[in-house]
């Protein structure tokens, strides 16, 4: 459990010298390195639902919209 932790605050060392907490405040911030990876997968989790993922299911609808059979049904059930 402590290893997990000890490599999710190993997240911090991306960031430079001057804006890492050990600089600015002196000491460091136990399990900080977790919650800014939970942070960035929820703000990949919205990219992918509001940008990439309309891309995505706008490239699959107009697949399916050049077959024939399968427009009609995709079209009835959207």
Request: glycine share 8%; proline share 5%; hydrophobic share 55%.
């Amino acid at each position: 459990m402590f290893k997990l932790l000890a490599i999710t605050d190993s997240i911090i060392k991306i960031f430079p010298e001057a804006v890492r907490p050990e600089n600015l405040l002196g000491f460091g911030i136990p399990g900080l390195g977790v919650l800014l990876f939970f942070i960035l997968v929820y703000g990949v989790g919205i990219a992918m639902r509001y940008y990439i993922g309309r891309q995505v299911v706008s490239f699959y609808e107009s697949i399916l919209i050049r077959v024939p059979v399968i427009s009609s049904l995709y079209q009835a059930t959207k």
